[in-house]
């Protein structure tokens, strides 16, 4: 369930566009130059009438027309978790007690934070299946030959300002360097970032739970495991794993499958943890424009204080090429009244099960298991909101990562999930309502034809709410031939 809030709603537009900065752009809203600001592109969607205020595209999946569950990686790190200072802290204790004294059945939730996310194509993804060619029965595989995603193999891109892209470049950084590649073929994949000059590598999991401590030389062009422990998978009893190392020798199935899934990684998440309580004090706060401009000036990230929470969200078709569409309720604190797609959150509590919520901690987490609650996530909210059977739905498929610039530019992943069930049936199931029935008043079904014409010169784009707008704009970029 996507917790939204209308706390300090008017004042927030006009702080987030105090720290806006002019971007240079194509007359056709093609490609956004990043200029100074980075040396990667990324694409933006349709005309310019779609350049709306309230959402943009942080980056989209159309060369490979989305992507699968096996082909996105999580970067997992205390590293990537919100800047502390003390008087912002503060501030954050100040707005939740102010809003659970107000809102007593509110809980602070832990969540994902995304810090960046790297598109890290390579051999493997150059004729990869195309995962927007999905059914039922399991994805169809097309062979055509596709083109590559830009110049640069790799491109780190972190959240924006209302639609300015900015380029993380620590470390002088601006694409994949050769220590980031694989340098023999049972190698797994790994991701180097480069914090205040320092080189250090996050192991990609085979199977949870692992245990990897790593060491490197002076120069970080070579890495050397010291310790790799894997335990048994619970789909693989009474197999040990324990002696499993990082040896060509050793036969591990875990292992196998972690190094098919490295080559085949096309999209890295480097993710941390933040909660709901510091979404309030800081994206949502009445003084998000102060904090955005501090961590500028602090620490040259405008998000570096802010919580930023990573949502999903589905577009959901029916098998007679309609997509749903919900009227939040007049009662939600967010976005009441406007049309949505069905959306939340990918919980870390799912992935840590048997913690308090305020005791998570990222080192608990598996990154397999996290990249599962990912893609699963959207599917429970879709049964959730819309009450429909999840053995109805499809395999959600990534379409990209779009921003909430009412929220400070918050992050949702967006996906596309296609449904066994005709509209009617759909429209049956809904109205006899399910766990979140609560959160809209209506379900409302649109033609393929009429969902790919909206845009900000739509008369019926002013009635979505931002989530949803970001969604129609990374939809009509990823798979804009979808019958």
């Known amino acids: 369930m996507r917790k939204r809030s209308s706390y300090y709603f008017r004042l927030l ?30 694409r933006t969607c349709g005309t310019a009438c779609s350049m709306d205020p309230e959402a943009s595209v942080l980056l989209d999946c159309s060369p490979w027309k989305g992507l699968r569950e096996t082909q996105v990686g999580v970067d997992l790190s205390a590293r990537y978790n919100r800047k502390k200072v003390t008087e912002v802290e503060r501030h954050i204790e100040e707005v939740w007690t102010e809003r659970v004294t107000q809102e007593p059945w509110l809980f602070n939730g832990a969540k994902f934070r995304l810090f960046s996310a790297r598109l890290t194509p390579h051999r493997s993804c150059s004729d990869i299946h195309r995962a927007g060619d999905a059914h039922h029965e399991g994805f169809s595989v097309t062979q055509e030959n596709r083109t590559g995603v830009g110049d640069s193999d790799s491109v780190m891109l972190c959240p924006t300002v209302n639609g300015r892209e900015l380029e993380r470049r620590r470390g002088g950084m601006t694409e994949q360097s050769e220590a980031t590649k694989p340098t023999d073929e049972g190698q797994n994949n790994t991701e180097i970032a480069s914090e205040n000059g320092r080189m250090l590598k996050e192991e990609r999991d085979v199977c949870k739970p692992q245990e990897i401590k790593c060491t490197q030389t002076d ?7 010291e310790k790799h422990t894997l335990q048994t998978h ?69 998000h ?69 609650e990912l893609f699963s996530s959207v599917c429970v909210e879709i049964r959730d909101e819309v009450n429909i059977p999840l053995s109805s739905l499809s395999q959600p498929v990534l379409l990209g990562i779009a921003l909430n610039h009412t929220s400070a530019g918050r992050p949702s992943a967006e996906f596309y999930i296609s449904c066994s069930l005709s509209s009617e049936e759909v429209k049956e199931f809904y109205w006899k309502g ?45 798979l804009p031939d979808k019958d």
């Not at 194509?26 to 130059?33: F, L, P």
């Not at 649109?446 to 704009?473: N, R, T």
């Open 13 to 42: 537009r006009d702080d987030i566009n105090t720290a806006n900065t002019p971007v240079k752009t194509t007359k056709e809203g093609a490609e956004v130059d990043l200029g100074q600001q980075g040396g990667g592109r990324v």
């Open 219 to 225: 120069t970080g062009s070579q890495i050397k495991t």
């Open 234 to 302: 619970p789909q693989n009893k009474g197999m040990s794993h324990a002696n499993c190392q990082k040896d060509d020798s050793v036969a591990c199935p875990q292992a196998q499958r972690g190094m098919e899934r490295a080559e085949q990684t096309c999209l890295i998440l480097q993710l941390g943890l933040t909660c709901y309580k510091d979404f309030l004090g800081t994206n949502w706060s009445r003084g998000v424009g102060a904090l955005m401009r501090r961590g500028v000036a602090e620490f040259g990230d405008p």
């Open 304 to 372: 570096a204080l802010l919580a930023q929470p990573l949502g999903v969200g589905g577009v959901l078709r029916t098998a007679d090429g309609l997509v749903v569409l919900l009227r939040r309720s007049q009662r939600v604190a967010e976005a009441s009244g406007l049309l949505d797609i069905p959306g939340g959150h990918p919980e870390p509590k799912a992935v840590c099960q048997g913690v308090s919520e305020d005791s998570i901690q990222v080192e608990q987490l598996g990154q397999s298991s996290v990249i599962r």
């Open 434 to 478: 399910g766990p979140e029935a609560h959160e809209s008043t209506d379900i409302v079904f649109l033609s393929q034809e009429e969902f790919m014409q909206l845009d900000e010169c739509a008369p019926l784009w002013k009635e979505l709410c931002p989530s949803a707008k970001g969604a129609v704009m990374l939809y009509r970029l990823v």
